[in-house]
């Protein structure tokens, strides 16, 4: 994963990227490497809230468990970017939320390989997108040619507040064994109308309404993590400054 | 309470009110009665100010501030992922109090208040505690617009076919629930029906029949059972 060169937007992995940022960043320290060891269970949670390009490389040992939660919210351009390996029977898990107003630009990039059989890897994201915000997330599940009863998911949805906010969402399969089990599935959408005008007729003002539904669309990610109640505040004080 | 005066209101620039005019006044229960496509959801709809719902001629006015005191039942009340029925009221509660320059009700006196109104319409306090809506009956909807109208205490209710959907003793129970709530002195109701069955359960003071966008025949209760028997066709001519 280590960028020796400055990239340029013709790289896929930055296509969408504020170039601009990175180059003033540039050059990026090396990624924090994680290794969990065989049998071992790992568990993070990141707030990006500054605006940083975090680049992480994990390796999940022989039937270990990594549970990883992001919450990417702050900064112009913030980028949160994983290579992860999973061996033999290792699970990893990805709850991720990115929610940007103004003028951010906001991306999770992700690369989970596993290069062994039977490990199983579960991605959901969900961006909330204000202003001319941008919300990226590509991510690629590569299978190895014996990574056999590989289970893989990546389920990624993203709410658009504003026309002229933009989500790009690319979950990407690279499979060479035969005997797997890869679901991935991404939308893009708005607030029901309905539902708003429901919750609004009981008496809610319009931001409370908004407010109330983009908690729920993003609550969800953070199940299971750490610090999970400080992660749900976070995110709803973020989403308050766009509603 | 209620003054509505020639209203005329399109939707998608199709008009569909052509000069309606009814009032409601304080401690009355008014129904309305009609033909599919008549405009009664419509007339909802306006009064509970839903977007592309337009008014172009004529006017609605209400006593109170709509956010202090309007409730509209829905006809297909709407699913709500994730937003939990509790915590969705307790901010609506407390918004309203707001606006009435009221202090906010805890949490322990909102589930009490709560548990008391879901008693009266005999429903389980879990499907309070579950997202709004999400997996019930349409019995159960409607049931649970009524525990919401009973919590939110609203001056006027608008109800949009309430009782479609609701089996016999369910009918009798959300009747019972809507004459508890809101039979007093300082309320008025007007109810959208289809049937008189309803009718037997909470007794309207006056009934009219919308045809067409418009009011086209006004009269007390004995007016619902002339339509059960005669159909609209006859009495709207």
Known sequence: ?243 | MLKIENLHATVADKPILKGLSLAINAGEIHAIMGPNGAGKSTLSYVLGGRPGYEVTEGSATFDERAAAGLFLGFQYPVEIPGVSNVQFLREALNAQRKARGLEPLSGGDFLKLAREKAGLLKMDMDMLKRPVNVGFSGGEKKRNEMVQMGILDPKLAILDETDSGLDIDALRTVGDGINAIMRRPDKAVLLITHYQRLLDYVQPDFVHVLAAGRIVKSGGPELARELEEHGYAEIAA
């Open chain 1, 1 to 243: 994963m280590t960028t020796r060169a400055l990239p340029s937007r013709r790289d896929e992995a930055w296509r969408y990227s504020d170039i601009d940022a990175v180059t003033a960043a540039w050059p990026l320290p090396a990624p924090e490497s994680i290794i969990v060891p065989a049998g071992g269970d790992f568990r993070r949670a990141i707030v990006q809230d500054t605006g940083a390009i975090q680049q992480i490389e994990m390796s999940i040992g022989k039937g270990a468990a990594a549970s990883l939660h992001v919450l990417n919210i702050g900064g112009a351009y913030g980028r949160i970017e994983l290579a992860v390996t999973l061996h033999e029977g290792a699970d990893f898990h990805f709850g991720a939320a990115q929610i940007g107003g103004g003028q951010q630009n906001l991306e999770i990039v992700t690369t989970v390989t596993h290069a062994e059989p039977g490990a199983t890897s579960r991605q959901v994201v969900r961006s909330v997108l204000g202003g001319t915000a941008t919300g990226t997330y590509l991510g690629k599940v590569a299978v190895a040619r014996d990574a056999q009863q590989t289970d893989s998911e990546q389920d990624v949805k993203a709410m658009l507040l504003d026309r002229s906010a933009t989500a790009n969402a690319k979950p990407e399969l690279e499979i060479f064994a035969d005997d797997v089990k890869c679901a991935h599935g991404c939308a893009i959408g708005e607030l029901d109308a309905m539902a708003l005008y429901y919750l609004q007729s009981r008496g809610l003002p319009p931001g409370e309404a908004k407010k109330l539904m983009l908690q729920a669309f993003v609550a969800g990610v953070f199940g299971g993590a750490e610090d999970e109640e400080q992660l749900q505040a976070l995110a709803l004080a973020k989403l308050g400054e766009l509603v």
